[in-house]
């Protein structure tokens, strides 16, 4: 068993539980890690035994341009695609990072991390 990860990605969304947040945008962070069993490309140099990494990037992306209230409902989205797309992966933990949340106070990022 093997990890493959993409390490911040990074974005411009529209996402929030505030309307200000929707309207104004703002600047995301994501990483993947995908448990998968990569022996074969390990050994054959082959892409089809392990998971495209390139294709990990795409459905992040795309699930990033669907605007959402919770960065949450985000990482839940991006796990069960994921782990659609890529039966061989058997775990996979993304995490998503707002910069400069709206509190009342200074906070680089707001961090959700799920696992599935």
Request: overall charge negative.
């Amino acid at each position: 068993m093997g990890k493959v990860s993409l390490q911040g990605m990074e974005f411009y969304a529209r996402h929030g539980y505030y309307e200000e947040e929707r309207m104004i945008g703002n600047k995301y962070s994501v990483d993947v890690t995908l448990d998968v069993d990569f022996s074969e490309a390990a050994t054959d140099d082959r892409l089809e035994g392990t998971v495209n990494y390139e294709k990990v990037y795409e459905i992040v992306r795309d699930v990033m341009s669907i605007d959402a209230n919770l960065l949450e409902h985000l990482a839940g989205k991006m796990v069960k695609v994921l782990r659609e797309v890529f039966p061989e992966v058997s775990h996979a933990k993304v995490t998503i990072s707002k910069y400069n949340p709206p509190i009342k106070g200074l906070c680089k990022r707001a961090t959700v991390e799920l696992e599935g």
